[in-house]
């Protein structure tokens, strides 16, 4: 049950809202950041489809029985958030990969 909690995307957000408050984020950056970046953009897409695919609002409805248009509502804006997340996905993808083959020229 904990590895659930560990990915839940509302977890991870809190975790790092107390993280901001503490002033623990001195990360030391590695020597290619870049890549990094491109690779918690992947993550951060990541998070962003879970929490369409997980949306709470959606669920509730879709379990309580309410009105077709309620739901599709509730359906209509998940998906959104879910294209949202995957494109954030996509986008990091292709820019690490554009990344790596410009550096394989080098």
């Known amino acids: 049950m ?3 909690f560990k990915w839940c995307p509302y977890t991870l957000a809190v975790q790092k809202c107390i993280t901001l408050i503490n002033g623990n984020n001195k990360i ?3 020597k290619d950041s870049k890549i990094i970046g491109y690779k918690n953009g992947i993550k951060m897409g990541r998070n962003i489809t879970l929490v369409g695919v997980f949306c709470p609002f959606f669920w509730y409805t879709l379990i309580s ?3 077709t248009t309620i739901i599709l509502m509730n359906a209509m804006h998940s998906g959104i ?3 949202i997340g995957i494109l954030v ?3 990091s993808y292709l820019a690490l990969l554009n990344y790596q083959n410009s550096n394989k020229n080098k």
């Open 65 to 67: 029985g309410k009105s």
């Open 81 to 83: 958030v879910i294209v």
């Open 89 to 91: 996905m996509l986008l």
């Open 28 to 30: 030391d950056k590695p």
């Open 2 to 4: 904990k590895s659930i």
